[in-house]
């Protein structure tokens, strides 16, 4: 399987940004995608965003779009999530994961590999 290290993680005041990278050992061929989910204290993990790694085509959920930008490194190997605009609300700890890509839908049940998560805290 893939090995997944998320970092980027952080202290930020509402309105603030932070980059998250993802970086990747050797894909499979099964890994079409890479995505980001998040899980807040006492809440289930839930997808934020993905790209597919042939066409760099994204998908976002409605609570981060125009905020969250997903994206591609020069090294194959990497995905940023740029995050603007942070929320308290966005406070989570953050995890990167590679598996099946959809234009429509972010399933974790799609992503068999999963990065360690970075923690990100917004104050208020």
């Known amino acids: 399987d893939v090995q997944l290290q998320a970092s980027g993680g952080g202290l930020v005041q509402a309105g603030g940004s932070l980059r998250l990278s993802c970086k990747a050992s050797e894909f499979s061929f099964n890994d079409d995608a890479v995505a980001w989910f998040r899980q807040a204290p006492g809440k289930e993990r839930v997808g934020v965003a993905s790209i597919s790694r042939s066409d760099g085509n994204t998908y976002y959920v409605d609570g981060v779009k125009g905020r969250f930008t997903i994206s591609r490194g020069n090294a194959k190997n990497t995905v940023y999530l740029q995050m603007n605009s942070l929320k308290p609300e966005d406070t989570a700890v953050y995890y990167c994961?590679?598996?099946?890509?959809?234009?429509?839908?972010?399933?974790?049940?799609?992503?068999?590999?999963w990065g360690q998560g970075t923690l990100v805290t917004v104050s208020s």
């Open positions: 994961a590679a598996g099946w890509w959809s234009s429509s839908q972010l399933v974790a049940s799609h992503f068999a590999s």
